[in-house]
Nanobody
Framework: QLQASGGGLVQAGDSLRLSCAASGRTFSSTVMGWFRQAPGKEREFVGV????????DYADSVKGRFTISRDNAKNTVYLQMNNLKPEDTAVYYCAVMGSYYSRMGDYWGQGTLVTVSS
């Protein structure tokens, strides 16, 4: 089970950190990803992190502004979002990934809404 939290209403240029708490004993060996879905648009890939946290990759639209990290002791993955833009407004989801190279989630949690005002 995955539960994202930390969303809210912020202004352009602000920062926000999302968290995703996972249940289960296999979290530390699981590749995790973040996705988002803006109103009227399809869900899109944001970023991925491997099991150890050493390898990370991001969508071009967030590269240099967003950072994914994880704490395996807490079964939690994070998405630090800096310099937010109105176009970052979306529901953000964390997901279990089939592999580090996949850009589709295998299992989804409930999302958290991020709204960025201009």
């Amino acid at each position: 089970q995955l539960q994202a939290s930390g969303g809210g209403l912020v202004q352009a240029g602000d920062s926000l950190r999302l968290s995703c708490a996972a249940s289960g004993r296999t979290f530390s060996s699981t590749v995790m990803g973040w996705f988002r879905q803006a109103p009227g648009k399809e869900r899109e890939f944001v970023g991925v992190i491997n099991w150890s946290g050493v390898r990370r990759d991001y969508a071009d639209s967030v590269k240099g502004r967003f950072t994914i990290s994880r704490d395996n002791a807490k079964n939690t993955v994070y998405l630090q979002m800096n310099n937010l833009k109105p176009e970052d407004t979306a529901v953000y989801y964390c997901a279990v990934m089939g592999s580090y190279y996949s850009r589709m989630g295998d299992y989804w949690g409930q999302g958290t809404l991020v709204t960025v005002s201009s």
